[in-house]
Structures are given as structure tokens and as C-alpha cells.
């Protein structure tokens, strides 16, 4: 599984239209990206892996993440089996927690001990005929405990919002040989001002969900930079500008530890699959 090199992470290849999709990963594939990361909030998140899969060769196909309270370990298990004795060795599961927000949403009190929810899951994951293999999981890890468990109990992290000096803290965690797999959202712009009309408030909604600003603050941020989206932040966790001010952003995770990052692109519609903006980016990335 290769996992150099840099991906993207979309949520239009998993919730767009599939052909569409399908076509989408394999122009990728040709631009150099190393993988795909899909994200999981419901509905057939394999299916969309799956479709991936077929649609190209090399490219690793990585869920982001794949949430543990709307899948069971054999679900998962059976799954990861299925995809991978069709596709080989190209289906990498990111596992999180997700959001009490989210999930509590649906079921009101069924979010809780997230980390206890977590070691169920790999329990059963391990116990599941066959065996999701560690070495094929990776944890959405953001706070020191969560990274502990990855650490045991799987083969690395994909954290998503963060910094470079996140990745450089995850990376002293994890130690030599496990993943460090960083989300980084991006915007291509001519400035500033370009940039916060586009992720303002994409960034406000993450700042309201507990764990990503308790994983702020642990990085140094204050209450007001949070209530705010203070420019410190944003500048902090979207890289904005051209081709070489993005190259420069994933070249800091590249230097605090990061095996790999796939970059989030960020358009004034969100709908749509930000194919220029992907094109522009291969060659400064590669």
C-alpha cells in the first residue's frame, strides 16, 4: 500500500454522483495523487469505496473516517474482507468517533465513552473471522489518549483540522514506523479576503463541534481565536494563496512527521468536484 506522496480527501466523491466519481478517481490517479479519502456520516459508505476501487488501479482508496457507531465490527470486518480479496492491498480504514453532536442527533445519549467505544470496536475487528489486519487501520486521533490507542492498536493516524504542529506531536507519539496521514484543507485564491468569503464559515461549523476546539485549544489557541475564527486560526488551519503556498503548507507537515497528506480543497460551491482546482495543484505537489 503505497502512501507517499500526497491524496485528496473529498466529501463529493462520496456523496456525488458515482459515475461521476468513478471518473473523477481516475483522472486523479493520472495527476499523481497517491489515494482518495472518503468521508462516513451514513448511508453506504462501502459501496462508495468499492466504486473507487474498481475505477482505478494503484490508488488507495482510504475511508476518513469510517464512523464505528453506524457499522459493526463484523459488518466492517466482512467488508474490508470482500474489497480487499477483489482489489488487493488498496483499502485503507480510517476509524473515528465522530461527534456527539452528530450521533446523539439520531439517538439521543448513545455518545458516550468514546475511547471505551473505540477499543469495542477494534476488539471486534480482531476478533471477526477474518481479521481486519492493524497494519490496514489508521485512527482519527486528535488528544494524547486517542493517540495512545493508535499507537497500540493500529498503524498510524489520520487527524483531520490540525496543524503542523499537531502532526509533529503525533509523530513523537507514534514513534518511527507507524502512519502519520494529516487532512489539510486548501484554498487556490488570489488573497485573503478571497479566502474568508470561502472558509469562514465552513471553518465556524468544525469550531462548534467539542472536539475539534478542545484539540485547538491543547494546541494553544484561545476561546476568543475559536469564538472568532480569528485570522491567527484560519491562517493556521487552511492554507491559502497558490500553488507554492499550498506546496509550502504540506512541505510543514512533510517536515513534522507526516507520511502523507491529503489536501481538502475548499470552492465557493461546495457541491460541485473541484477538478481545476486538483489539476492546478498535481504538479506543485508531486
Partial sequence: MDLSG?????????????????EAAAEIEELGYSAVWLPDVGGPVFDA???LLAATRNTVIATGILNLWMHTPDETASAFASLSATHGD????????????LIDAAEAGRYRRPLAAMETFLDGLDSADPPVPVDARVLAALGPKMLEIATKRSHGVHPYLVTPDHTRTARETLGDGALVLPE???????GADEAHAIGT??????LELPNYAN?????????DDLATVSDRLFDALIAWGDEDAIRRRVDE?????????CVQVLTDDQ???PLEQWRRLAPALR
Wanted: with cysteine.
Fill in 253 to 261: 507537515h512533510r517536515a513534522a512527521g507526516a507520511d502523507h497528506v
Fill in 6 to 22: 500526497v491524496g485528496v480527501w473529498s466529501h463529493q466523491l462520496r456523496f456525488g454522483d458515482p459515475a461521476e466519481s468513478a
Fill in 90 to 101: 488498496r483499502f485503507l480504514m480510517g476509524i473515528g468517533v465522530s461527534h456527539a453532536l
Fill in 215 to 223: 484539540s485547538l485549544l491543547r494546541l494553544g489557541f484561545s476561546a
Fill in 271 to 273: 457541491t460541485t468536484l
Fill in 49 to 51: 469505496v468499492e466504486n
Fill in 184 to 190: 489539510q484543507t486548501v484554498i487556490l485564491c488570489s
Fill in 201 to 206: 464559515d465552513w471553518l465556524r461549523h468544525y
